[in-house]
C-alpha cells in the first residue's frame, strides 16, 4: 500500500507542476485538477524504455529532472506574466530587461528583502529540482515492479489517446481536462527567436508630415508622454476616486494660466511597460508593437515628428531624466538637443528607479531653454519617470520652484513622509495614485509658472500600468490631454472627437500612431 500511495503522490506532483494555474493578480497558483499530456508521454516513454532495455538510470533520472523543472519554470512565467505584467512573455525579448529590472529592484527595494528574495529564490529553486527529481525517481523505481509497470503504461495510453481525440474533434469525450502542453510554449519561444532573427520583410509607408504649422507658429509645443498614465486612472473607481482632487487642481491651473485643455482616449500599442514603442509609435506614425520592428524602423531613413517641427524652424529637444546610456533613437528622431540625467546635473535626494523627480525635470529646461534669450520656438519631447513602477517613494511636489536645484530641494517633514512611503508589493494601487498626483500637479504648476505665455502641451500617458494595478482584462487604452490658449489648435482637436474638459470620454479615437496626422492638421494646413 505505501509503494502505490508514494507513486501516486510522485504522479500528482509532477502533473500539478505543468497544470497549475494563477490566482489572478498575484504571483500565486492553485490547481483546477488539470492533466498534462507531457507527464503522460514522459511515463509512456520510461515504461516501453524499461519493458524493452532497462530503468533509467540515476544519472538519466537527474537530466530529466533538469528538464522538467525548466517546463515548471516556463509554465510559471506563461501563467503569470499576463496577471502581473499585463501580456504574454517572450522571453527571447524579456530576457534581455532582465539586468534593468534587478538594477531597479536593488535601488528601490532594502537590502534584507533583497536578501531574503534571492535566498527564497535559490530555496525554492532548489526544492523544486529535488522534488522533481525524487518523483520521477518513485516513477523510475516502478518500472521494475510488473504491476505498477502495467498500471501506469495503460493510465499513460489512455491520457495520450483521449488528448488526441479531444484535439481531433474539438471536445473532450470525458470529463478530463487538459492543460496546455508546456512544451508548446517554449515552441512559441522558439519561434519568436526566429522571426527576431529573421526579422520581417517590409514596414508600412511612413504617413506625410507636410503640415504648415501655421497654427502654431512662434509657440512652443511640447509633447509630455506620462509613464504608465493609463485609461485605468478614469475607469477604477478605487483610483479614480482618489485622484478626483488632483485633476480638479490641474483644471484650476489650466483655467487660472489662461488656457484651455480638451480630451480623448487612444489606444497604445504596449501594455504595462516598453514604453518606447509607444513613444516612436507617435513620433513615427508607424504602429510599432514589438521590439523586431522598433529595431527595424530606427535603421530606416523615415521622418519623423521632430524632423518635421525642426524643418519649420523649431529647436527640437528631447527632456530624458531617465538617460543614462547611448540613445539610438535620438539619431533616429533627428533632435537638434538631449538632454540626459549627466547634463541635468540633479544633486538632491533621489526616488525611484531613475532618482530624477520630474519637477526638477522640468526646472532644469527652463534653465536650459525656455527661458534663453532671442531663441526659436521650441518642440519638447518629455518622457516623465516619476510615475514609473513601482511608483513608491514619490517626491514631494514643491511649491517653491526656486528651491529644486537646492541639495535639499524639501523641507525634512516632507521627505521623511516620503521616504518612509515603500512600495506595497502586495498592492501596488495606492502607490500608484499617489505617483499620477504627483506628475499631475507638477504639469500644473508648470503651468502656473508660465502663465499667459504661448504654448501648445500635449499630455498623454504611453500605456496602461501593469495588470496587478489595470485590472483584468484591462484596455489598452491612454488619455490624451490638449492644454492651449489657441482656440484654432483645440478647434481642430474638437473637430478630431476631443471633448473639453480633462475627462476624456470613449470610443476612442484609435491607435496611437493615428493620433500623429490628428496632430498635424491640428497644428497646421497641408498644401493641396
Known sequence: MKRWLSLTAAVLLLDVSLTFENVWPTP?????????IELAIVVLVMALASRWLRPPSRRIVGVIAAVWTALVLGHYAEVTAPALYGRDI?????????????????????????VVSAAAVVVAL???????????????????????????????????????????????????????PVTA????????????LVGSTSLPASPPMDSDLSRVKDADVFLVFIEAYGAVSFDRPLIADRLAASRVRLEQSIQESGRDVVSAYVTSPTFGGSSWLAHISLMSGIEVHDPN????????????LPRAFARRGFRTVALMPGLRQAWPEGVFYGFDEIYGADRLAYHGPEFGWFAIPDQFALFRLDELEVWRSLRP??????????????????????????RMPDLRPYDGPSIVRAYARQPDWMNFAPGYVEAIAYDLATIGGYLERHTGEDFVMIVLGDH??????????????????????????????????????????RPTLGP?????????????????
Open 28 to 36: 500565486a497558483i492553485r490547481w483546477h485538477g488539470r492533466v498534462s
Open 90 to 114: 517572450n522571453l527571447y525579448w524579456d530576457l534581455r530587461f532582465i539586468p534593468d529590472v534587478v538594477a531597479m529592484m536593488t535601488r528601490v527595494a532594502r537590502w534584507w528583502l533583497i
Open 126 to 180: 532548489a526544492l523544486l529540482y529535488a522534488s522533481a527529481r525524487w518523483a520521477i525517481r518513485r516513477i523510475a523505481d516502478a518500472m521494475s515492479a510488473r504491476r505498477e509497470r502495467q498500471a501506469l503504461l495503460v493510465a499513460s495510453l489512455a491520457a495520450i489517446m483521449l488528448f488526441a481525440g479531444e484535439r481531433i474533434t474539438g471536445r473532450a469525450s470525458l470529463p478530463i481536462v487538459f492543460a496546455p
Open 185 to 196: 510554449t517554449y515552441a512559441a519561444q522558439a519561434r519568436f527567436v526566429a522571426q527576431a
Open 293 to 304: 520592428t522598433n529595431a527595424q524602423l530606427m535603421t530606416a531613413r523615415r521622418d519623423t
Open 377 to 402: 520656438p521650441l518642440f519638447v519631447f518629455f518622457p516623465t519617470i516619476s510615475t514609473h513602477f513601482p511608483f513608491l517613494p514619490t517626491p514631494p511636489y514643491q511649491t517653491n520652484w526656486s
Open 464 to 505: 496602461q500600468p501593469a495588470a496587478v494595478v489595470s485590472g483584468e482584462g484591462a484596455p489598452w487604452d491612454v488619455p490624451v490631454h490638449v492644454i492651449a490658449n489657441r482656440e484654432a489648435v483645440l478647434d481642430r482637436f474638437r473637430m478630431d472627437g476631443f471633448r473639453d474638459g480633462i475627462t476624456p470620454a
Open 512 to 528: 496611437m500612431h493615428a493620433l500623429l496626422p490628428v496632430m498635424l492638421d491640428a497644428f497646421g494646413d497641408r498644401p493641396r
